[in-house]
């Protein structure tokens, strides 16, 4: 008899990761490709040439892979199966499940799509520094930010599908029409809020537009905050007292025993978690706050991945 695996698949806005994994978690094969300015059905092809490829690999190792776990950057919509992914043009609502079940489901294999932050905090949970919680929070901080919540061990997910924005907590005052796209707390203190944060205070001051003949990113913010830039240097914190206040607010609200952060901005930023910390004292439910760990991801770039595999399991589980 086969022994049982399962396919996770963690699609970007840039790249797709995949793995092929046993029941125990170990990783039997590892796959990453570019996405080359694929749009629309032609990365949905590209998913389903991935798992062909892992289909392949069980059946020499004499592997039945029971289910696929698809970890998607943006809104997977758990009633329809679409999916709305903002990163990746014509993805406004792609029935990626429907597209999956047309081909796997002849194979009895079952499909399971959930968001990028879900799987965040999913992969966390099975494999990383949420391991024993029931309830702990991902805070993704990339080129955009989110949050994987756990509630009493089960994911939040809201009544339709979109708990975890955190890009659109409301900060700031007075409202700005620069947070329609992205949101208050995206705005200044995501990736792309800190390149944006070096410019707007570089305007203010004056200043070019562009520093050395180029412009700014979330790299040159952190590397100059290293040369005590003050630009940098007031961007970062400016992006302490954001990232601390959000963290008080999902501690006063949640009361969870972590908050981990992720995503490719922590990185260079998880050397300020004392200082997070320290700025979420001030605002937090004072109890709570002295009872949670900040935490930077043991897993890094591949929560979503461990995520994605963890939701595959689980659904070969309920076969």
Not at 14 to 17: N, S
Not at 23 to 29: C, E, F, K, N, T
């Given at each position: 008899m086969n022994k049982a695996a399962a396919v996770g698949i963690d699609l970007g806005g840039?790249?797709?990761?995949g793995a092929l994994f046993q029941?125990?978690?170990?990783?039997?094969?590892?796959v990453v490709v570019p996405l080359e300015g694929r749009q629309g059905r032609a990365v949905g092809t590209m998913i389903l040439a991935a798992i062909a490829g892992f289909l392949d690999t069980a059946q020499v190792r004499k592997l039945k892979i029971r289910a696929i776990g698809v970890s998607v950057p943006g809104i997977a919509n758990s009633q329809t199966g679409k999916v709305w992914a903002p990163n990746i043009p014509g993805w406004e609502a792609y029935p990626l499940r429907r597209e999956l079940e047309s081909v796997l489901k002849k194979r009895s294999i079952r499909v399971a799509i959930d968001s990028d932050r879900a799987c965040y905090i999913l992969g966390e949970m099975w494999r990383g520094a949420a391991r024993g919680c029931r309830n702990a929070i991902f805070v993704a901080v990339g080129t955009g930010i989110g949050a994987g919540i756990l509630v009493d061990g089960r994911i939040l997910r809201g009544a339709h599908d979109i708990a975890g924005a955190i890009g659109w907590l409301a900060l700031d005052r007075p409202f700005r029409p620069e947070y329609v796209s992205c949101g208050c707390f995206e705005h200044y203190a995501s990736g792309d809020g800190l390149a944006?944060?070096?410019?707007?205070?570089?305007?203010?001051?004056?200043?070019?537009?562009?520093?050395?003949?180029r412009d700014w990113t979330a790299r040159d913010v952190f590397l100059a905050h290293g040369r005590r830039h003050p630009v940098a240097r007031k961007v970062i914190r400016q992006a302490i007292e954001f990232w601390g206040m959000a963290v008080a607010n999902l501690v006063s609200l949640f009361n969870p025993e972590k908050i981990i952060f992720g995503g490719g901005v922590f990185g260079p930023a998880?050397?300020?978690?004392?200082?997070?910390?320290?700025?979420?004292?001030l605002w937090a439910q004072p109890v709570a706050i002295k009872r949670v760990r900040l935490l930077v991801s043991r897993l890094g770039g591949d929560a979503g991945l461990y995520g994605a595999g963890y939701l595959a399991l689980h659904a070969a589980r309920d076969c």
């Open positions: 840039t790249k797709l990761a029941a125990d978690g170990r990783v039997l094969q590892r944006k944060a070096a410019k707007e205070i570089q305007a203010k001051r004056g200043l070019a537009g562009k520093r050395r003949g998880a050397k300020f978690r004392d200082d997070i910390y320290a700025e979420a004292k």
